[in-house]
């Protein structure tokens, strides 16, 4: 994924659930429509991801994994301010 990220959070090297409750964290601090990018390095972290935006109106807009760092996209819900 080629996009340019509002904001990036490194969680690498934290325990499963800590990834996903940093990214709540900085998303609360984003504007709607803004763009966070989360890397992490708990394989927890795929599942807990995918269940989080299912739940969620925040969006899951992409994922991967390179070199053992699990790369999340999630796009903040709400409209943005235009």
Not at 8 to 30: E, T
């Amino acid at each position: 994924m080629t996009v340019q990220p509002d904001n990036v959070l490194d969680a690498c090297g934290l325990p499963c659930p800590l990834p996903l409750l940093k990214a709540k964290q900085a998303l609360a601090h984003l504007e709607a429509g803004q763009l966070l990018e989360v890397r992490a390095t708990d394989a927890g972290s795929w599942r807990d991801f995918e269940t989080f935006a299912e739940q969620s109106e925040h969006v899951l807009e992409g994922r991967e994994v390179r070199d053992d760092v699990y790369y999340y996209w999630l796009r903040k819900a709400g409209k943005a301010n235009t």
